[in-house]
């Protein structure tokens, strides 16, 4: 299983809106139209 992270550099660690998981390519890009549209997020492994 893999994730989307988005971080947003702007905010400090901690910070509620520093970190963003998505669990799937399209809940990632439905949240940057709506939030930032210049964003990117990275996919990574989940391990279990």
Known sequence: MT???YVNAANQVGDKEHI???TNVDAAEKWFEENDPEGVAFE???LE
């Open 3 to 5: 994730v989307f992270v």
């Open 20 to 22: 963003k998981v998505f």
């Open 44 to 46: 990574y492994e989940v």
